[in-house]
């Protein structure tokens, strides 16, 4: 196992895979959210610390094919995207990743190569949200199927999680990170356009979600919050759903966001992908106030006779976003 350039999964045992893996996946921060860990990898589950008697749970699934091209993305790139996708979802309920479960699922002829790239990307992500792999599962698959699952456990630090039905009429909705940045470098990757903006494609292939600003936001008194994993439109569209309210986006607060990718895709593609782009994992939150480091895309309304949902700029909007069974694309 020394060298596991030329190996295939076939080639080795689960026990060597996982010792292989496991010093890839390992934390080596100081005090952290991952002091809670008090059985990591091992043993026949973990055993975490929930310090206020609650905690977050979630779990996210990426598959070859459908979330990723080889072609596009290094065994890496999955890895670091399935962990903040992940973290995501905890910093949008204000809280903190405090473990991860790690699943793969993929066929004899995976390269160890890949499964080792994989464990790299998976580490450096969790290190960089100052958590940790606490276990997971091997598992064998059917020839051309390769699946990452994560699962994410998170806490709120004692305060009640922000959701996404707290919406007021009266709030104003603002976003923490970027706007169609993923979706715009997916849009060159497809049409082999990639080099135009090499920045946009790192984003695709890593989104970077300001996940301190999920946490920082429940403090400042955030009513909602989602991270925008479909596209703003489909996801303000949650939360305006979830909340019974309208949300009113301002075309004038997206234009910077549509500036900043028109040289790399054009005036009109850079609109949809801020509108509809998905994976940016950014926060979306509404507040009485926006704090610093937030910035304010619009209001929050009541409903009107067009019920609860997103508009812009006065205008309906609907449809477009990221929906896995659609079989119109
Ligand atoms: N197969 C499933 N079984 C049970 N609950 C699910 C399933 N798929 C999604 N959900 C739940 O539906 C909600 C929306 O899911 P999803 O759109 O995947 O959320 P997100 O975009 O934040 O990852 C979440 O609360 C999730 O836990
Ligand atoms: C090969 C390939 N096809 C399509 C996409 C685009 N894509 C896949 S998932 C997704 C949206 C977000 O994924 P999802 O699993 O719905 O995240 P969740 O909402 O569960 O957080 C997008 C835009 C891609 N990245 N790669
Ligand atoms: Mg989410």
Redo the contacts with the bound molecule.
């Keep these: 196992m020394n060298d596991s350039r030329d190996l295939r999964l076939a080639d080795v045992s689960e026990e060597e895979v996982l010792e292989h893996i496991f010093p890839l996946l390992r934390a080596d921060h100081g005090p952290s959210a991952a002091t809670g860990v008090l059985v990591g990898p091992g043993d026949d589950t973990a055993w975490l610390a929930a310090p206020d008697g609650r905690f977050l749970a979630t779990t ?3 598959v ?6 080889d072609a ?2 290094t065994g890496a790139d999955v890895g670091h995207k399935a962990v903040m ?1 992940n973290c ?2 905890i910093a949008a309920m204000g809280g903190v990743t405090t473990g991860l479960l790690v699943t793969l699922a993929a066929h004899a002829g995976t390269s160890m190569a890949w499964v080792t790239d994989l464990a790299r990307g998976i580490g450096e992500a969790a290190r960089e949200a100052r958590t940790s792999v606490v276990g997971g599962d091997l598992s064998g698959a059917d020839d051309g199927t390769v699946m990452v699952s994560i699962t994410a456990f998170g806490t709120t630090e004692g305060r009640d999680p922000v959701l996404r039905s707290g919406a007021r009429p009266g709030d104003v909705v603002a976003v923490a990170g970027g706007l169609g940045r ?2 715009a470098g ?1 849009a060159l990757l497809r049409t082999g356009r990639g080099e135009i903006a090499p920045d946009l494609v790192a984003i ?1 292939r890593r989104p970077a979600p300001p996940l301190s600003e999920g946490p920082g936001a429940a403090r400042a008194g955030a009513h909602a919050m989602i ?1 925008l ?3 703003l439109v489909r ?1 303000a569209g949650r939360v305006a759903r979830a909340s019974g309210v309208v949300i009113d986006l301002d075309p004038a607060a997206l234009a910077p966001h549509v500036d900043a990718l028109t040289s790399a895709v054009g005036a009109e593609e850079a609109l949809t992908c801020v509108l509809t ?3 940016e ?1 950014s926060l979306l939150a509404t507040f009485a106030e926006a704090p610093d480091g937030w910035h304010v895309l619009g209001t929050v309304g009541p409903v009107d006779e067009l019920g609860a949902g997103v508009r812009v700029g006065g205008e309906p909007r609907r449809g477009g ?4 069974f659609d079989t119109s694309r």
């Design positions: 996210d699934a990426v070859l094919g459908h979330d990723w091209l596009w993305s996708q995501a979802d993923s979706g997916w695709h991270d994993s479909d596209g996801d782009g998905g994976e994992h976003g990221w929906d896995h």
